[in-house]
């Protein structure tokens, strides 16, 4: 699952993707560079597992605490609506995070 937020000028590029799959393995953002029509990638963050602390960390240096919040309650619902979703703690179908 993918959902592409078009921010503009509060965000960094002005384009953030959020790509889920269907095996809840990742989740990826993408920063997009959207002025110009170029689509360049700018940033990509993958993470292995729903840290929501750590997510909103990241998402804060890129954008708005609004469109952070945006993002952070889209990923909940996604992962809420397979049923694996359990707050901050890890699922047995995600990976642990591997960042020392």
Partial sequence: ???????????????????????LTTIKIDVIDSN?????LL???I????DRNRIDRDLF??????WTDKILEYISK??????????????????LDRSI
């Fill in 1 to 23: 699952m993918t959902k592409t937020f078009k921010i503009g000028e509060y965000a960094v590029g002005g384009t953030i993707r959020v790509s889920i799959p269907k095996t």
């Fill in 36 to 40: 110009f029509k170029t689509n360049k």
């Fill in 43 to 45: 940033n990509q963050y």
């Fill in 47 to 50: 993470y292995y597992s729903f």
């Fill in 61 to 66: 240096q890129i954008t708005s605490s609004y």
């Fill in 78 to 95: 996604t992962m809420k609506q397979s049923g694996e979703w359990i707050g901050n703690y890890h699922t047995k179908r995600l990976f």
